[in-house]
């Protein structure tokens, strides 16, 4: 139960700040709904909702799996016609998906698990139209060294702090994590300018799963606390994400 409202947590952080960009995006270029690709998008958690506001949206994804259930969503919430799943990875994407063919592009939880993040920053570069939207959402660094230190593995919180990837050993599952100084780089050597900068999760993988279970209210104040402090730089520097919002 508090995995899935904290998913739901970050998911409506993302999807909020993700709106207002699209609605800035579809008063430069009126005429209907959006043409997003969501690259790594799964069973469709952003692509399907944004379906049902009137945008067309190509979800890339290598799970042929992912791509069965993307499509078993859109035919629940009747938008099959304006969701289309295509198997591939972010180094396919050009050819994939057209380039300059995008409004708007997701990379959620993929530049982390890619073989070469500053390539797939390029692809994703090729496919937007000129003043196309990012919203790019990844792993940061010192969000697991606090977690790590905390659960008293004090020796794999000082690996994660010094790691080039952000890794706290051999056995860590996540490829890679970033910085904020280190990523908005990447973006800009990409050709990306990076607006806006949020912090997703900077409390809620730190308050005890037993107090939001229980205590009346707390999942509706963890969520105002989150959304409070998402613009602050110094909460925001330890999200366990960042969402970045940039355009080409």
Known sequence: MVDR??????????????????????????????????????????????????????????SPDALASLERRASDEGVSKLVRGVQGDAAELPGLAGESSADAVLCHGVLEVVDDPVQALQAMASVLREGGVLSLLVAQRNAVVLARALAGHLAEARIALQDPDGRWGPTDPMPRRFD??????????????VHTVHGVRTFADLVPAAFVDSEPGAADSLAELERAASQHPAFRALATQLHILATR
């Open 5 to 62: 409202r904290r998913r739901s947590l970050r998911t409506a952080l993302v999807g909020e700040a993700l709106r207002v960009a699209l609605a800035g995006r579809s008063r430069t270029d009126p005429g209907g709904g959006l043409d997003i690709v969501d690259l790594g998008g799964g069973t469709g958690g952003f692509a399907v909702p944004l379906a049902v506001e009137g945008h067309r949206v190509t979800v890339v994804d290598p």
């Open 180 to 193: 904020e100084a280190g990523i908005t780089a990447q973006l800009a050597d990409a050709g990306f300018m």
